[in-house]
């Protein structure tokens, strides 16, 4: 672990199953690294887990939290809050990749 602080992005559980969804996530985070602006944060990464979880790793910006919808924030955007990895993430690098990775054989 070199301790950069980084975001995950997880795709949410109700539609990992729908291939046009999972196509839709990992395509716009390719998309905001090809884009490249200062103004969007980098994706540094992006894999599933080993229990199907779809997700995306992406430089931390510190900040407030956005409102989600209807005004709500995201519970694990409080401020001060660190969320530890799934245990399917910890250790992972240098792992196999999938096919959906871009560096997937």
């Known amino acids: 672990m070199i ?3 980084v975001a ?3 795709l949410p559980s109700a539609v990992r199953h729908d291939r046009k969804i999972v196509d839709r996530f990992f ?3 390719r998309a905001v690294n090809v884009i490249g602006h200062d103004n969007i944060l980098k994706i ?4 599933v887990t080993e229990d199907n979880r779809h997700y995306f790793v992406m430089e931390f910006l510190n900040g407030k939290p956005l409102p ?5 924030r995201h519970p694990g955007a409080a401020a001060g809050r660190r969320a530890d990895p799934p245990a399917s993430l910890r250790g992972a690098a240098g ?3 999938p096919r959906n990775h871009p560096t997937g054989t």
């Open 8 to 10: 995950i992005k997880f």
């Open 68 to 72: 989600g919808p209807g005004g709500s």
């Open 95 to 97: 792992g196999p990749r």
């Open 27 to 29: 395509n716009e985070a």
């Open 3 to 5: 301790g950069s602080r």
């Open 44 to 47: 540094l990464d992006l894999d």
